[in-house]
């Protein structure tokens, strides 16, 4: 954009959004006297799903304003926790993150994922149609404006991740209650009314199950329990919830 220049501050947390070059801590940028404050932001980079409060010349203003030649405008991130209006927090997250999804899941958290990749249009289009807040590292896609809600995740760590999305929507744990594999809800299980989907070392070894109601999938205290519990359990002394069984 050519034009007169406004003053444009960001928040720390947003300057790994923006070029190296233009991370200073006010940034002079061109306006076109025409585009709302939310395009400038975007045309710097800034997803507007980071974004929290807008103010121009110490008032807080929409991301529909104009700004004026001259203004100084501070752009600040979210606030933590941040609440979702409008729908029950639920999540749907893109291909590359089927690890936090799991984890999620783990929790008891209502997290929905593709294993193929669909396509930014579909993921935004089911977004919207079932109100799912949607977790990208892809930028292009947060900006799509059909999307319910959006959320970047910052680390490509899976423990940093869910650390992240906790700390920013603390949803409700409840661990244990969800099938890691499809999203959908367990319930306890006999060992007699399972045993025809146990090899022949679990049904010796086990007697403690629960079955996924969409999947039918079937759980149990295996070798990798130890391990999933400490996730739970770190989640739960942080964020909240409970931590049995």
């Known amino acids: 954009m050519n034009g007169p220049g406004i003053h444009l501050t960001l928040a720390p947390e947003l300057r790994l959004f923006v070029p190296p070059g233009r991370r200073a801590e006010r940034v002079p940028t061109a306006t ?11 045309s710097a980079g800034v997803p507007l799903t980071e974004v929290g409060r807008l103010l121009v010349d110490g008032r807080e203003e929409p991301f529909s304003y104009v700004p004026r030649p001259g203004e100084t405008v501070e752009v600040f991130g979210v606030d933590r926790p941040q609440r979702i209006a409008g729908a029950p927090l639920r999540f749907l997250l893109d291909v590359h993150l089927g690890t936090l999804a799991r984890r999620l899941r783990l929790l008891g958290v209502d997290a929905a994922y593709e294993n193929e990749d669909i396509g ?45 999305v ?80």
């Open 166 to 245: 906790l700390g920013r929507f603390t949803p409700a744990l409840a661990p244990w209650t969800r099938c890691t594999a499809c999203n959908g809800t367990l319930r306890d299980a006999d060992k007699e009314s399972v045993g025809d989907r146990l090899q022949g070392g679990t049904h010796r070894s086990y007697d403690v199950f629960a079955q996924c109601t969409s999947c039918e999938r079937v759980y149990w205290r295996g070798a990798h329990h130890a391990r999933l519990e400490r996730i739970v359990t770190d989640a739960v002394e942080e964020f909240g919830g409970v931590a049995a069984p």
């Open 120 to 164: 930014d249009p579909a993921l935004a289009t089911r977004s919207a149609d079932e109100r799912r807040v949607l977790l990208s590292r892809d930028r292009g896609l947060l900006r799509r404006r059909e999307i319910f809600a959006g959320a970047y995740v910052y680390s490509d760590n899976p423990d940093e991740q869910l650390r992240d």
């Open 32 to 42: 076109d006297g025409a585009s709302s404050l939310g395009h400038v932001v975007e």
